[in-house]
């Protein structure tokens, strides 16, 4: 890899990855603060429009953050990726419009209201504002997936004269059968986010003894939504996920599963360490047969190996792919795990004092951020060497024109930027954490 | 199709710049123009429900342009990779210069803030400025269409000119003088008192350094790319650009002179007509650059014959053409919004309440 291609892939991975640390948490407390909403209006109780006014302070730090680390990605398509840019730009650029175009200013025009506005407002608008709010980051999510679900499995286009790609269905292109689980598993994956957020700080209020009728409102919203949404996430977004890359990337899948041969009764891999010389995993704790089942769900069916596939076409970095795969499957089966017996406890009316559940769900709040970062890991790497499925190599499609040198300038200066973002966010969050519900709302 | 395409961009930046345009102004007299705490949050609250929408236009014309002109925003964007990086950084700094600042009720806290959001946005006005005088003056595209700029060369003209030469930059100051005035033009709007008054002072004392640079500007664009007025030549349709362009600089002289005590309620339409007046004047200079630049998107300071025109710059017609469906449906969806908000918060700011 030549260090241009690889100074490139930096920069948008980096960037990225930052970026959709936030969209993830807004994506899934908005629907929850809708719930709050809700809640309020129909019960009539002061307490969960307080509830929904401190949640609403955190999401609008939290948007903030989202905006000035999402602007930057737009533009990267064009800066750094511009060869791709203008083969598929005919394509995906309308994609991307749309979500500015649609859910962007659906967003902002509300987020104001939502966030400054209740007095302004009789209650109802106000409960639709946060439902305007909830739509625009939704329906912004659907768009960056469609974008994302077309570079996996390209539909809707035809080739120019020019060599280039443009669009020649705006249906097929909307409605990509990728999209659609993509879309559900992704977004399920934001709301578990949400989900252990909200349990996690309610935990915390509980074992701390402070605010403990807005923690046990947190507790139950968010162990509710995060037992419906770990088990989503599995099946049947999961399922049907990984069912679209054995169909049409099956060497992702062997890479991702660390199937190096072809084997009868392919097992899942449990844990162990690839090992990509020797075509391996060493010390493997597995489960035998059952990858068939996973894919032509027979138990026990043969399976081809990374070997099967010619070499230019396999993912290249089967390690991290392997594990960004195992980290994100093993965090998920822990979710459901810790969410059931949540759940569990809390319909037994045990919830609350059981300090040693409070303390897991307190302390598993970064999990979400990992595991969804693993899988966004997962379908990048995973679609390697392709930049566009079958159409485009990565490797032919970054800006020929922009330096190493200038390319890891601007790298330097993001990773400078958000380290200082990312410390601003920490501190302006865990003060509205440790200030609590009752407290008042910011003003400019 | 392609020509229509040119026109949406380009009326969606200008909306753009009418817009965030003021966001940038007000930012840029912000720490001149309040006196103490509160006249600071009142020009804030001025801003605060209705930047980050505004901002929105740039995202969704950068879209736009993607879809329509996939090799413009490749080759522009690519080219111009530093100042547009350094764009990306300017608009983070602006946008959280705004919105931690309120957070905390501490001086330090908020005085940095508040130097942050004044100088960021200040930066903005001329790099933003200064990329049209690029355009306008024109890259050392290849035969591929593609080009990359450094910072600068000798800040002097030729086929290989750097983003910075003394015309982008004459283009910079213009635009900063501009946006001031019509930041300063919503303040004094939005505003009540002393802080009004000051506002308004402020665009009336930078009045005659817009007409100066504003006529500096046409003789520098003439001297850099004489080509410039063929379009005018050729279509009559285009002396509307200067007719808007002399009136709404009239009109802004007219509405901000110096009179006696006058009502309030005269103040204020002719606030409103001072501040309409300006962002007559950005529509008509920046329509007057696209009208002169068509067919042109980005011409080449190298060989003509390596500019970027619409026709060989544009998507395929069935994108066009399923573009602007959507496109449609969407821009009234989005004008509804903004109607909706700017009407709610419609009046002169007040301190009290919540934020905004």
Redesign the interface.
Known sequence: MDSALLIHRLHFAFTITFHYLFPQLTMGLAPLIVVLKTLALRRKDGIYNQAARFWARIFGINFVLGVVTGVPMEFQFGTNWSHFSRFAGGVIGQTLAMEGMFAFFLESAFLGLFLFGEKRLTPRAHWWSAVAVFLGSWLSGYFIIATDAWMQYPVGYERAADGSIQLSSFWKLVLNPWAGWQYAHNMSGAAITGAFVMASIGAFYLLWGKYEEYGRIFVKVGVVAGCLFSILQVFPTGDQQGQMVFRHQPPTLAAMEGLFTEQPGAPIVLIGQPNVDEGRIDNPVVIPGALGFLTYRRWGARMQGLDAFPPEFRPQNITLLYYSYHIMVGLGTIFIAIMVLSALLLWRGKLFQARWMLWILLLSLPFPYIANTAGWLTAELGRQPWLVYGLMLTADGYSKTVSVGNGMFTLLGFMGMYTVLGILFLFLVCREIERGPAGEAVGH | MATLWFVIIAIMLTVYVALDGFDLGAGVIYLIVAKTRDER?MV??SI???W??N??W???A???L???F??L???????F??P??MV??L??LR??G???????DNLVWQNFFDVVFSVSSALLTIFFGAALGNVVRGVPLDHE????EPLWTNFKLGPHPGILDWYTILIGVLALVTLTVHGALYVALKTENDLSRRARDIAVMLWPVQLLLTCLSLIGTYFVRPHVMRNYGVHPVGALVPIVVVGSLAVMAWANRKEQATEQKQRDSKDKLAFLGSTLYITGMLVGVAFALYPLVLPSSTEPGYSLTINNSA??H??LV??LI??IV??V??LG??L??YR?FRGKVRLE????
């Open positions: 949050r804030l609250r605060g429900p209705v980050d929408g901002e929105v740039l995202v969704a950068a879209g736009t993607y879809f329509a996939p090799q925003y490749a080759s522009s964007f690519s080219g990779y530093l547009l990086m990306l950084w608009l983070m946008a959280i705004i919105e931690f600042r309120g957070h905390i269409g593609y080009f990359f998507a395929g069935h994108g399923v573009g959507w496109w969407a821009t969806l989005a919004y903004f909706f908000v709610l309440g919540e934020g905004y």
